[in-house]
């Protein structure tokens, strides 16, 4: 069946754990006062983009910035759909700990003392290494194939239970918006989460999936 839909998906505001560097997972925390200001001026850079299905992930940071991103966008009485297979990558025993004791840990595994140089090759690499090494280490973290696995079931549902034309919000999770965009084009952005509230757009007609923007901040009426 031909389709064409533009999902925005959007990355929720600045979480607590954001700015303490702590990995969010299935974890959650409020977001902060700038998290919740950065929220609501996107939600009114985007009033005039009409929305005809609105989604989030079952952790409630997502379902806040959805909310909030809908009234000030004047679409608050739209329905918002909570899949759990949006949520974040989950880190196992990790979750709540520091990035930094993470990546001290990965590194010390394969043999290597500098962090940063191990970050920048993460970045580049053609898969997710960090999720590689971590199962590795903790076998209730998820590997690259399940969370990429579990992401597309989503949008599966996300597709099912939007109308046949128009915009969908899909607020989520950095990572998982890294995993969704590598999955149509692998070259398409870094293992680095977009920023807090930006969005990256797609298009789905049907049978392909095709970007259309990373990590927007700024939009025209």
Not at 112 to 140: C, F, G, P, Q
């Amino acid at each position: 069946m031909m389709k064409n839909l533009e999902i925005y998906l959007t990355r929720h505001g600045e979480t607590e754990f954001n700015i303490q560097r702590r990995l969010q997972g299935w974890a959650d925390s409020p977001l902060t006062e700038k998290g919740k200001r950065v929220v609501h001026e996107m939600g009114e850079k985007l009033r005039e983009h009409r929305f005809q299905a609105a989604f989030c992930s079952t952790l409630p940071r997502t379902l806040i910035t959805a909310q909030m991103i809908l009234s000030a966008a004047q679409q608050e009485h739209l329905p918002i759909m909570a899949l759990n297979d949006l949520r974040e990558y989950h880190f196992g025993d990790f979750e709540g700990k520091s990035g930094d004791e993470l990546y001290r840990a990965i590194t010390a595994h394969d043999g290597r003392t500098d962090i940063d140089a191990w970050l920048d090759d993460y970045r580049h690499a053609n898969h997710n290494i960090m999720s590689e090494t971590l199962v590795k280490l903790d076998d209730k973290a998820e590997t690259e194939a399940h969370f990429t696995a579990r992401l597309q079931r989503a949008m599966s549902q996300v597709v099912a239970y939007s109308p046949d034309v128009g915009r969908v919000l899909v607020v989520t999770h950095g990572m998982a918006i890294v995993a969704l965009l590598k999955a149509i084009d692998s070259k398409s952005i870094l293992y680095k989460s977009p920023a807090n509230a930006s969005v990256s757009r797609i298009h789905f007609d049907g049978e392909n999936w095709r970007i259309l923007s990373v990590g927007e901040t700024e939009f025209d009426a």
